[in-house]
């Protein structure tokens, strides 16, 4: 069974910073990229930060450039997402995504409120 769990979501005020987590399992993780992506209310879904299935290439939606940080442990199928200086505009729920040729998985999400 593919499961994607993201954790780490929370209240933050503004600058503050949050380490979100996405623990994979039920497929081979290493063979996927991984991404990130955000959802505020009234808004679509947006991809905010991508990392190959080695984790040697990244990259970042312009917003976002500068203070979040994805990486992985292939050793613990999990994706991370650091994210510093974090802005009222960042609040929105995060999901984790797995893509390998053709075959997506999602997570459920977790929210993210940066607000004072």
């Known amino acids: 069974q593919v499961q994607l769990v993201e954790s780490g979501g929370g209240l933050v005020q503004p600058g503050g910073s949050l380490r979100l987590s996405c623990a994979a399992s039920?497929?081979?993780?290493?063979?996927?990229?991984m991404s990130w992506h955000r959802q505020a209310p009234g808004k679509e879904r947006e991809l905010v930060a991508v990392i190959s299935s080695g984790g040697g290439n990244t990259n970042y939606e312009d917003s976002v450039k500068g203070r979040f940080t994805i990486s992985r442990d292939n050793t613990k199928n999990t994706v991370y997402l650091q994210m510093n200086s974090l802005k009222p505009e960042d609040t929105a729920q995060y999901y984790c995504?797995?893509?390998?040729?053709?075959?997506?998985?999602w997570g459920q999400g977790t929210q993210v409120t940066v607000s004072s």
């Open positions: 995504k797995a893509d390998y040729e053709g075959w997506t998985f």
């Open positions: 039920g497929f081979i993780f290493t063979r996927f990229s």
